[in-house]
């Protein structure tokens, strides 16, 4: 949801540094790749050392590369299956290197492990997701449904680490962690259900030929 909505709002946001960096030789993917490695190292070092407000900043501000990368590949007239291929990879990488951090956090010097338990359970069931969504589109069909996408669960995440490193009670992101597994668990449903019903209609139309 957030993507369809705020795609435009973000597009006018960047298209000037996208055309400063382009005009500077900077490519998309290597825009792509650096936020990416931005993301892992904010959440990899910070979230462990019990950060999370710092990580949750540093980890917001590469974060944006994934849109600014997208302009300036549209901007350029670059956009294919090759970058696409990799900003969905390492989109991965990113949601992984998230969860990870806080999972470390909460399983180790953070000594919460219920939260440490939400944690995973957000990224095992937001890799079953995509993965779902890639699959189907794989095989023709159309799964972009659901009420927990990336950018949702992403933001939502990032928000409450935030406030917990300023001082908010651990519980509330155990909760929320676990609320976005749910969410996530729902959402794989409903895209089974949508590609169900799509193959479905998909036999009768060749029985009726």
């Not at 795609?7 to 490519?27: C, D, E, K």
């Not at 680490?161 to 996530?184: D, E, H, I, Y």
């Amino acid at each position: 949801m957030l993507n369809r909505y705020a795609r435009a709002l973000f597009t006018r946001i960047f298209t000037p540094a996208a055309r400063f960096l382009l005009a500077r030789g900077v490519s998309a993917d290597a825009v792509t790749i650096v936020g990416t490695l931005g993301v892992a190292l904010g959440a990899l070092i910070l979230f462990p050392l019990g950060e999370l407000f710092w990580g949750t900043m540093v980890i917001t501000l590469f974060v944006f590369s994934d849109v600014l990368d997208g302009v300036m590949a549209r901007i350029a007239g670059t956009t294919g299956r090759w970058g696409s291929f990799l900003d969905s990879t390492l989109d991965r990488v990113q949601d992984a290197a998230v969860f990870l951090g806080l999972m470390l956090w909460f399983f180790g010097a953070g000594d919460f492990w219920i939260a440490g338990v939400a944690a995973a359970a957000s990224m095992a069931l937001g890799m079953l997701v995509s993965y779902v969504r890639a699959k189907a589109e794989s095989l023709g069909f159309d799964a972009n449904t659901g009420i927990a996408e990336r950018a949702e669960r992403l933001v939502v995440t990032l928000v409450f680490a935030g406030l917990t490193g300023l001082g908010l009670n651990p519980w509330v992101l155990a909760v929320v962690l676990l609320m976005l597994a749910a969410a996530s668990a729902i959402t794989v449903g409903q895209r089974m259900v949508t590609v169900y019903r799509q193959s479905r209609r998909g036999r009768e139309t060749d029985g009726g030929q």
